[in-house]
Nanobody
């Protein structure tokens, strides 16, 4: 099994930046994709983007394209979500996921609050 540990959430002013981390452990050799989601209470969970383990290619939701960047540190089995020019509507709980060919694992979530 793959385990995920997220960190880096917090309070930031609008226009600021924040970087979230997601460290994978366990059967990391079985991962083929990791992703970032966010959820606001009362709304559906939103996919922000993915990074593919084989070649580190990425894709993004239109809502965050150009502001958010997903990257990976191979040596640390850690994926990052760099968030720039944050807006109040980015306030949410952010989750990372790791997908294998058998299952998807979710992190515990980290709160990001953007004050206007």
């Amino acid at each position: 099994q793959v385990q995920l540990a997220e960190s880096g959430g917090g309070l930031v002013q609008a226009g600021g930046s924040l970087r979230l981390s997601c460290a994978a452990s366990g059967r990391t050799d079985s991962i083929y994709r990791m992703g970032w989601f966010r959820q606001v209470p009362g709304k559906e969970r939103e996919l922000l983007g993915n990074i593919f383990w084989r070649d580190s290619s990425t894709n993004y939701a239109d809502s965050v394209k150009g502001r958010f960047t997903i990257s990976r540190d191979n040596a640390k089995n850690t994926v990052y979500l760099q968030m720039n020019n944050l807006k109040s509507e980015d306030t949410a709980v952010y989750y990372c996921t790791a997908t294998t060919f058998s299952y998807t694992t979710w992190g515990q979530g980290t709160q990001v609050t953007v004050s206007s």
